[in-house]
């Protein structure tokens, strides 16, 4: 992991209060590779879930998101911001799944269509 007291002169300058974030996971070698899932959805009504991503590499390697902890929700013809993330990183993807989950949400499951996604890698923007 992060020795966070080795970091301390770097984000606590003239005692001005500093945030810092790190994407750590509970598995070695405890980084999260984090990706942003950009949506729009088709669907007439409103739907409202989680969305689990899987991606496949050419070798045959595939990794799962963790499942976002709050639903999203999704109307027709209007973009989503979904950040996933994962144990793993995988360089050439070449098969990206999605699974929509009401999960614990009330109500009849129902599918979510959508029109157009992208998906992009924060780690290494340039993919």
Request: hydrophobic share 35%; charged share 25%; net charge positive.
């Amino acid at each position: 992991g992060y020795y966070a007291d080795r970091w301390k002169k770097l984000l606590i300058m003239n005692s001005s209060p500093v945030k810092a974030y790190f994407d750590t996971s509970d598995q070695d070698p405890f980084c999260m590779y984090n990706y942003l899932l950009d949506i729009t959805t088709w669907n007439k009504s409103i739907r409202r879930g989680f969305i689990k991503v899987k991606i496949t590499d050419y070798a045959g390697n595939t990794v799962e998101s963790e499942m976002n902890s709050e639903a999203s929700t999704f109307q027709q013809y209007k973009r989503v911001k979904i950040l996933t993330g994962f144990y793993r990183d995988l360089d050439k993807i070449s098969k990206i799944s999605l699974t929509f989950s009401t999960k614990t949400l009330i109500g009849p499951k129902h599918k979510l269509r959508i029109l157009q996604m992208r998906l992009k890698s924060l780690n290494n923007p340039e993919r």
